[in-house]
């Protein structure tokens, strides 16, 4: 049997934090404060991993990001002096 709350005095920060976990994950407002409050209370859900399999072999070679990251390995050999 489920419990049913009602919580008075939501700080607005944390009314935020939770619309804005809700709105990333697509999950609702009831479902992502149930979990915050089940993390919170340390009875959570195991946490599902990720594969990412979704996204492997999705990048695409991009010539200005790429002179960046070069850029970025150059040492200057004045700084290690």
Request: glycine share 6%.
């Amino acid at each position: 049997m489920c419990m049913q709350y009602t919580i008075r005095d939501v700080a607005p920060a944390v009314d935020a934090a939770l619309r804005r976990r809700a709105r990333a994950t697509g999950a609702s407002l009831n479902r992502v404060a149930n979990d915050a409050l089940a993390e919170g209370a340390g009875a959570g859900r195991e946490r599902r991993r990720r594969d990412l399999s979704d996204i492997a072999g999705t990048w695409k070679r991009d010539r200005a990001i790429e002179a960046a990251l070069a850029e970025q390995d150059v040492i200057d050999e004045a700084l290690w002096r």
